[in-house]
């Protein structure tokens, strides 16, 4: 899977939107972008997900631009439950021998202040 | 939506002693489940892929017969640490991907946080 990069930390203040960016610029073309964030000492929550097309759902929008080598996750109006480390990973759906495990970067913490 | 449970969310126990780690998917299942470690301040780090009704498969550098991995139903697997050590002291977290829909991502447990003194 390609590697991503991340800034290591972000702050962003609360009710305004919080854009964490991605570069994925070795990406291939059957993968997609996948995000998830941690809050502290918690499991993982998936975020949303996307192959080139932007995409948006309750938790969020995701922007990738047209090259497909970068991306931007966007949390229109931040609350301080949003703080917590966010994970822009690369993931191959169908690997053909079926679902891997997904390979984490180190991500950014995301701190929302009041 | 889809849920795994993770048991226990904490554990203490003392050097030489085995732990065991359930993950249950409680409304759908998971032919496979996947195995994270979590040290201080660091990323998650995949552990073992568990597949139901076979041998599970292991990330290099990871003991397979320290991390013993048991996936006897679509609904749980147990890791089992055995002879754990202080140095075995981190976050361990399990997650599924309901089968037939990977455009869900996978569901992560709440993690168990191992405490060997």
């Known amino acids: 899977d390609a590697k991503t990069t991340q800034p290591p930390s972000m702050d962003c203040a609360e009710g305004r939107a919080a854009n964490l960016p991605c570069n994925h610029s070795?990406?291939?073309?059957?993968?997609?972008v996948y995000w998830y964030r941690q809050i502290h000492s918690q499991g993982p929550q998936y975020i949303i997900h996307g192959l080139k097309n932007n995409e948006t759902n309750e938790m969020a929008s995701l922007i990738i631009t047209e090259d497909r080598k970068s991306s931007t996750l966007i949390l229109p109006h931040a609350t301080l439950r949003d703080t917590a480390v966010y994970y822009c990973i690369v993931r191959n759906m169908y690997s053909g021998g079926g679902a891997d495990g997904l390979t984490f970067g180190k991500g950014t913490h995301l701190i929302i202040q009041p | 939506g889809a849920v795994v449970s993770q048991h226990p969310s904490w554990v203490i126990c003392k050097s030489g002693t085995s732990v065991k780690i359930e993950c249950r998917s409680l409304?759908?299942?998971?032919?496979?489940m996947f195995w994270y470690r979590q040290f201080p301040k660091q990323s998650l780090m995949l552990m073992a892929t568990s597949n139901e009704g076979s041998k599970a498969t292991y990330e290099q550098g990871v003991e397979k017969d320290k991390f013993l991995i048991n996936h006897a139903s679509l609904t749980l697997s147990t890791l089992t640490v055995t002879s754990a050590h202080p140095e075995d002291s981190s976050f361990y977290i399990c997650s599924a991907e309901q089968q037939g829909r990977p455009n869900y991502g996978y569901t992560f447990g709440s993690g168990t946080r191992l405490t060997v003194v």
């Open positions: 070795t990406i291939s073309g059957n993968e997609y």
């Open positions: 409304d759908f299942q998971a032919t496979t």
